[in-house]
């Protein structure tokens, strides 16, 4: 029997399943997902080969559980654009981004898994496919959610695909911030106030040309 070790006496309370999740996220940091064998795990976690299999089935199973662990933990820390209700479009949309840039500085570790995930080998597994759709099909309806406002005329209306393709560059951006966090510790925090100033203009200069 594998022998414990601090990883898992400090989980004391935790289930197996939260342990065995715990060593896989330190793993994958320190060693990618693919240099993570599952003995690894074991060694880490200080918990046999056949829990690792019982909860999760085999190691991408552990990468689709962790991935979406990883999402519940950041998503009760996001904000909801709807929380800045009572705001003007603009300051509403530069509070939600705010507030996600805060988080996501407090978590580094999820885009980057995120996006490691989405391109790696192992990204057209249904597990892995699927989580990651989730999470970014949620993403995706936030930056609509915060964007649509500060775009829509003195009618109510709004510019729905100009939109759609904000959101994405808008989360294009981010993940490349994940990239430059990693290597130059860039916070995203830091690029709240450029990316505010863009949607500014975009939403000024679509303005004019409506009158």
Same mark, same amino acid.
């Given at each position: 029997?594998?022998?414990?070790?601090?990883?898992?006496s400090?989980?004391a309370?935790?289930?197996?399943?939260?342990?065995?999740l715990?060593?896989?996220?330190s793993l994958?940091?320190?060693?990618?997902?693919?240099?993570?064998a599952?003995?690894?795990?074991?060694?880490?976690s200080?918990?046999?080969?056949?829990?690792?299999y019982?909860?999760?089935?085999?190691?991408?199973?552990?990468?689709?559980?962790?991935?979406?662990?990883?999402?519940?933990?950041?998503?009760?820390?996001?904000?909801?654009?709807?929380?800045?209700?009572?705001?003007?479009? $603009?300051? #509403?949309?530069? &509070?939600?981004?705010?507030?996600?840039?805060? =988080?996501? %500085?407090?978590?580094?570790?999820?885009?980057?898994?995120?996006?490691?995930?989405?391109?790696?080998?192992?990204?057209d597994?249904?597990?892995?496919?699927?989580?990651?759709r989730?999470?970014?099909?949620?993403?995706?309806?936030?930056?609509?959610?915060?964007?649509?406002?500060?775009?829509?005329?003195?009618?109510?209306?709004?510019?729905?695909?100009?939109?759609?393709q904000?959101?994405? $560059?808008? #989360?294009?951006? &981010?993940?490349?911030?994940?990239?430059?966090? =990693?290597? %130059?510790?860039?916070?995203?925090?830091?690029?709240v106030?450029?990316?505010?100033?863009?949607?500014r203009?975009?939403?000024?200069?679509?303005a004019?040309?409506?009158?």
């Amino acid at each position: 029997m594998v022998k414990g070790n601090d990883s898992a006496s400090s989980a004391a309370g935790s289930s197996s399943r939260d342990v065995i999740l715990d060593a896989a996220r330190s793993l994958i940091t320190s060693q990618g997902y693919d240099g993570m064998a599952v003995s690894d795990l074991c060694a880490r976690s200080g918990l046999p080969a056949s829990s690792i299999y019982y909860h999760f089935g085999n190691k991408l199973g552990v990468l689709a559980a962790l991935l979406d662990r990883t999402f519940n933990e950041l998503h009760a820390l996001f904000p909801n654009p709807a929380s800045f209700d009572d705001r003007e479009p $603009l300051e #509403r949309f530069e &509070t939600w981004f705010s507030a996600a840039c805060d =988080s996501l %500085d407090r978590r580094p570790d999820y885009l980057r898994l995120l996006l490691a995930v989405s391109v790696g080998p192992h990204k057209d597994a249904e597990s892995v496919r699927t989580t990651v759709r989730r999470i970014r099909d949620y993403a995706h309806a936030s930056w609509v959610d915060a964007l649509t406002p500060v775009f829509a005329s003195d009618s109510g209306e709004s510019d729905g695909p100009f939109v759609e393709q904000l959101a994405v $560059l808008g #989360r294009a951006m &981010t993940d490349g911030l994940s990239v430059t966090n =990693s290597f %130059d510790g860039t916070s995203y925090s830091s690029h709240v106030a450029p990316f505010v100033s863009l949607v500014r203009g975009l939403a000024e200069e679509r303005a004019r040309a409506q009158v």
